[in-house]
């Protein structure tokens, strides 16, 4: 069973900082990889979707990256922003219909 | 503007209720999907339909069933609603290509049972 996991769970940074949070995934047989951001008691909003024989994908200050043969995928963030503050998570795509999510990772931006 | 509409955003039911949780996509997507969200757990799928009266279990179906008459409507059902049902229910809808199909999610319905 495809078992996800992000680390840091939670990140506190100052307003200005880049920033890197880490997706992974034992089982590399992914059709795609998708970054989600969640804000406090609200839904997922999509961010970015990564094929799989992509490497990677940008969006305005996002850039997402997929290493499919070792089961990585990082998401960066450039010059943060306190509205970036919200949680992120991924989810990738195996054989089937859903999505398999890690947990996310809780992100602060302060002033 | 693309769009998943969950009918409730806050919800509150007394035990043993029959409880409905609606979702409708304005995407013409064949998937649809209904997950539950916990603290700690993170997103657990219930269900998913992949066509009209079509129906799959996902990884925690017990107390729940799902209904699409429709293609754009998929609703979930607490049949007598419990205590550990209290969560935040996620739809989310997506098309069948396997390689370039982004989800898409409701606000989510933050539902309470006491």
């Known amino acids: 069973k495809q078992e996800v996991t992000q680390i840091p769970a939670a990140l506190s940074v100052p307003e200005g900082e880049n920033l890197v949070l880490n997706c992974s995934f034992t089982?590399?047989?992914?059709?795609?990889l998708q970054w989600f951001r969640q804000d406090p008691g609200k839904g997922l909003t999509s961010l970015l979707l990564?094929?799989?024989?992509?490497r990677e994908q940008t969006s305005g200050r996002l850039n997402a990256s997929l290493d499919k043969s070792s089961g990585r995928s990082t998401l960066y963030i450039a010059a943060s922003q306190p509205g970036d503050s919200a949680t992120y998570l991924c989810?990738?795509?195996?054989?089937?219909?859903?999505?398999?999510f890690g947990k996310g990772t809780s992100l602060l931006v302060t002033p | 503007d693309v769009k998943v509409t969950q009918s409730s955003r806050y919800l509150v039911k007394r035990t043993g209720e029959k409880v409905f949780l609606e979702c409708v996509q304005d995407?013409?997507?064949?998937?649809m999907f209904w997950y539950r969200q916990d603290p700690g757990l993170g997103l657990r799928l219930i269900y998913f339909?992949?066509?009209?009266?079509?129906?799959e279990k996902g990884d925690i179906p017990e107390g729940y069933s799902v209904s699409r008459e429709k293609k754009e409507r998929f609703s979930l059902i607490l049949e007598s609603a419990s205590t550990n049902q209290t969560s935040m229910y996620l739809c989310?809808?997506?098309?069948?290509?396997?390689?370039?199909?982004?989800?898409?999610f409701g606000q989510g319905t933050r539902l309470t049972v006491v």
């Open positions: 989810a990738v795509k195996n054989s089937g219909y859903a999505l398999n």
């Open positions: 089982d590399s047989a992914i059709y795609n």
């Open positions: 990564i094929q799989s024989s992509q």
């Open positions: 995407m013409d997507h064949e998937n």
């Open positions: 339909s992949y066509d009209v009266k079509m129906k």
């Open positions: 989310a809808s997506n098309t069948p290509d396997l390689i370039n199909t982004e989800a898409f």
